[in-house]
């Protein structure tokens, strides 16, 4: 394939650089808390949006041409667009893609050809993979776009959709495990409904469980090591899903028996639109032992819906590693689950998009370090709670206390004193001390 990005290799050449296809702050070997940047940062392409997204909304036709030369729809179409990944990332150094089955090859119109094409386009892809270096982070199962999932996969009303959602699994599970997928996920995009009249929400879950956890028995049993993921998403394009956000989702996978074989992916816009920050859907999964992976994108607060752009936000980037550097890392990756805007339609857009997203994530790195050897955020953090470390406190932290002794402990107190401050206002100057301080 010719040279469509017009760029050989995008370097790192500092923050006081003007070329637009260098890196400005991700400098993969530099050194953050003992570890390579590009170790803290399995970034990741994802098939869909860096390879088939063409612009298209509601209102108008796709402005990008994501034909690569070659005729939609057909197999020469796969491997052109297999070609141009492998050229992205390889142009910008990413490790991984994502996909869904959709994305590699055309559906046709049975299953079997279906499967056919996804092994033909699965060698080719295999082949520029052993060439190149470069892994699978992981794949999934598109059970949203065709007609037949209106009402859900898992989740649907009829028996034969969700045994075609099954087999569909089956199919992305076997690719997944051929590419050597770190993960599989499920982004239950119209797991949830439009309205309880015509709902049994109890019977939906129950079918969606199962089909996870037939996923979990087929996966393993085929030999994937890896991890299963839930993607949050409260809305759209559903008005309610149930994977609403992490806490929801981590609820629902205890309940049904399957937090050993599944982590979460949390995707910024997913976490925004449930009415939380992305930090807070990160934490959350990480106190309950199960941050996997990140679809790395962010929304827009005047838009209230998934707009996936390309993340530019420092201070919510800085958040999101902060969470992450304090969990340990990711089992998983980064995926730009993210997109050039409609008017930004050409390949040096696509490029400028990662190298934005890179950049902002590598300043993410930079400035969570930063706040965690500095300090005075967990300083503050222990301080907080030392009323624990002794007494009546340390008695309740060890469960060797009840509601008797705690009644006369403050019967004695007579009234407790104020908690001590919050400090919300010095801890927010210390971050944009480390933000923007010299
Ligand atoms: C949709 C979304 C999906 C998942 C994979 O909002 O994020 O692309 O990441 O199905
Ligand atoms: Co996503």
Redesign the pocket.
């Known amino acids: 394939m010719k040279e469509i990005f017009g760029v050989k290799r995008v370097e790192y050449e500092g923050a006081a650089g003007k070329n637009p296809f260098a890196f400005k702050f991700y400098d993969a070997d530099r050194m953050i808390m003992g570890k390579p940047m590009k170790e803290h940062l399995p970034f990741a392409m994802?098939w869909?949006?860096g390879l088939c997204a063409e612009g298209v909304d509601m209102f108008g036709a796709g402005t990008a041409d994501k034909s690569f030369g070659a005729q939609k729809g057909t197999m020469a179409h796969a491997k052109a667009k297999a070609d141009a990944g492998f050229m992205c990332m390889q142009r910008l150094g990413i490790g991984y893609f994502?996909f869904?089955d959709a994305d590699l090859a055309a559906e046709a119109a049975d299953i079997k050809e279906t499967n056919r094409r996804l092994d033909e386009i699965t060698d080719y892809i295999l082949v520029k993979m052993r060439e190149t270096g470069i892994k699978c982070l992981w794949g999934?199962a598109?059970m949203?776009s065709h007609p037949r999932y209106c009402n859900g996969a898992g989740s649907s009303n009829s028996a034969d959709v969700f045994a075609f959602a099954a087999a569909q699994v089956k199919k992305a599970l076997d690719l997944t495990v051929k590419l050597g997928g770190k993960g599989y996920?499920f982004?239950g995009?119209r797991e949830g409904y439009e309205t309880l009249l015509n709902t049994d929400v109890r019977f939906e879950q129950e079918n969606i469980a199962s089909l996870m956890r037939m996923a979990v028995d087929y996966g393993r049993k085929i030999g994937f090591t890896g991890d299963f993921y839930i993607?949050p998403?409260p809305k759209?394009p559903m008005k309610h899903q149930y994977d609403f956000d992490a806490a929801t989702a981590i609820g629902f996978l205890r309940q049904y028996g399957l937090d050993k074989d599944f982590k979460l992916?949390i995707?910024a816009?997913?976490a925004t639109l449930a009415g939380h920050t992305f930090e807070h859907d990160l934490r959350i999964s990480a106190v309950n032992g199960m941050l996997g992976s990140i679809?790395a994108n962010q929304g827009d607060p005047l838009l209230g819906w998934?707009t996936?752009e390309f993340p530019f936000d420092v201070y919510s980037a800085t958040m999101c590693m902060y969470e992450v550097l304090r969990a340990g890392g990711l089992t998983g990756g980064f995926?730009f689950?993210s997109k050039t805007r409609r008017p930004s339609y050409t390949y040096e857009d696509m490029l400028a998009g990662f190298i934005l997203g890179m950049d902002t994530f590598a300043l993410g790195l930079i400035h969570a370090a930063r706040l965690i050897e500095d300090g005075r955020l967990d300083g503050f953090l222990n301080e907080r709670y030392a009323s624990f470390n002794s007494g009546i406190g340390r008695k309740i932290r060890e469960g060797k206390t009840d509601l008797s002794e705690l009644a006369q402990y403050a019967e004695r107190l007579g009234a407790p004193e104020m908690p001590g401050s919050g400090k919300q206002e010095r801890l927010q100057s210390i971050v944009n001390q480390i933000l923007f301080g010299k």
């Open positions: 994802a869909w949006h994502c869904h999934t598109n949203f996920v982004w995009g993607e998403k759209e992916n995707e816009n997913h679809d998934d996936d995926n689950d």
